[in-house]
């Protein structure tokens, strides 16, 4: 069976899911076979160009026609555009494979696993937290599952971006909180919290977050558009009409945000994330610990997992690059390393055997339902903020 794939959005999470397609048939022969059918969007000349590059079948603007014309979905387009036509989708019994954070509100996150309760197991809904499918991530579970590190009394989470610490650095649609809900924490909060849940947490509604003590700030209150004046690449071509030539927009979502959050099991941790952090590009880092020991990842060493066992005096750095790690077997002969793009393939490869119903558990992990339950955590995050007090999940 070959299962046709129309994909929404073209840029950078287009590029990255196009290419984990692409790979599956070399690395991950068992993966079912996909067609990159459609791809979707609303400018057809920039799109026409993002197909051949990535290698689509044909283009179309009309997200309507396609979602129940394919037999897989995937939403990755800016937030605002999640909710609509991955519920339609749902509704037509195309599965889902929709990019982080799920919504841009809790209400539209809500809508959508509403949609995806009702289009029942058979018709799967992932949430592409590809964070999970680090190879040392799933090694680190491994250890927590078996107990090795004891009881967990800590963890602390960041995420750390450097992107707007330019104050001429243009604005997007990321600045703005009707098209992405909010900034870093939505953007790379939502990939923290699932982390969290996904090596400690349970799986209740907030993931066994039951309290949390937040605050959020805006660092920069407007921004240039891009090809503007004042931006950090003015155009250069005369008035075109399409931007003023001193066109500013206000920033109406957070630069980073900070939070102190409390386990129903006791257990206590810190959270942040900004995209002021200079000298910090794409640092996101977990650390963890527990009555038996403790371990730390950060995702600028990736293929490495610092361990430490009970009574020893410092932390064992474990190259998580052997033929029997989680996924490695699949690539290259051990200690060739895996990069950003590799958990992509993973989640894609996990995702598309569940659609094909390849899977004996028959669930893809992370769901609609885990988008939601880090939503959950983030409103808190934001609700504490407003009302400057300890704010419960549920
Ligand atoms: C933001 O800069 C971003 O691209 C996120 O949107 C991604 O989810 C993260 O993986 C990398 O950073």
């Known amino acids: 069976m070959t299962l046709s794939v129309g994909v929404l959005g073209y840029r950078f999470m287009g590029k990255a899911h196009a290419n984990a397609m692409a790979r599956l048939p070399m690395f991950f022969p068992d993966a079912p076979d996909v067609e990159r059918s459609v791809l979707v969007g609303r400018d057809e000349g920039a799109l026409s160009d993002a197909a051949d590059r990535l290698g ?34 749902l509704e037509a019994g195309t599965p889902v494979f929709c990019e982080k954070p799920l919504a841009p509100t809790l209400e539209e996150a ?38 090795e590190l004891g009881e967990v009394h800590h963890v602390r989470g960041r995420y750390l971006q ?69 931006s950090a690449e003015p155009r250069e071509d005369e008035d075109d009409g399409s931007v003023e ?28 994330a900004s995209r002021f952090a200079a000298g910090h590009k794409n640092d996101h880092a977990i ?18 997992l610092e361990v430490l066992r009970g009574d020893d005096r410092g932390y064992e750095t474990i190259l998580v690059t052997d033929e029997d790690d989680p996924y490695v077997d699949r690539w290259w002969p051990p200690g060739h390393v895996l990069g950003w793009e590799h958990t992509f393939v993973h989640e894609n490869y996990e995702f598309l055997r569940a659609v094909a119903g390849d899977r004996e558990d028959g669930r893809f992990r992370p769901n609609f339902e ?8 983030l409103a808190a995050i934001e609700e504490s903020d407003e009302r400057g007090e300890w704010v419960e999940t549920e």
């Open 162 to 230: 450097d992107w707007l610490v330019d104050p001429d650095a243009p604005w997007s649609w990321r600045n703005d909180e009707q098209l992405a809900g909010s900034g870093a924490l939505g953007d790379l909060g939502s990939h923290t919290v699932d982390l969290v849940r996904f090596l400690v947490g349970s799986d209740d509604l907030a993931g066994g977050i039951d309290r949390v003590s937040g605050q959020l700030r805006t660092f920069v209150e407007e921004r240039p558009v891009e090809g503007s004046e004042g």
């Open 370 to 377: 885990d988008g939601l339950a880090a939503q959950r955590v």
């Open 287 to 304: 650390e963890i610990h527990g009555s038996e020991g403790s371990l730390r990842f950060s995702l600028e060493r990736l293929n490495e």
């Open 56 to 89: 689509f079948d044909s283009i179309s603007t009309d997200w309507e026609a396609v979602v129940d014309d394919v037999d897989v979905f995937y939403n990755l387009g800016p937030n605002h555009v999640h909710a609509e036509p991955s519920i339609a989708a």
């Open 110 to 147: 809500e809508r959508m696993v509403e949609a995806s309760r009702e289009a029942g197991d058979d018709v799967p809904a992932g949430c592409a937290f590809n964070y999970r499918f680090v190879p040392a991530i799933r090694y680190a579970k491994g250890l927590l599952e078996a107990g």
């Open 245 to 272: 030539r001193d066109e500013r927009r206000p920033v109406t979502v957070d630069d980073a945000y900070s939070a102190q959050i409390a386990f129903e099991s006791g257990a206590m941790g810190t959270l942040e």
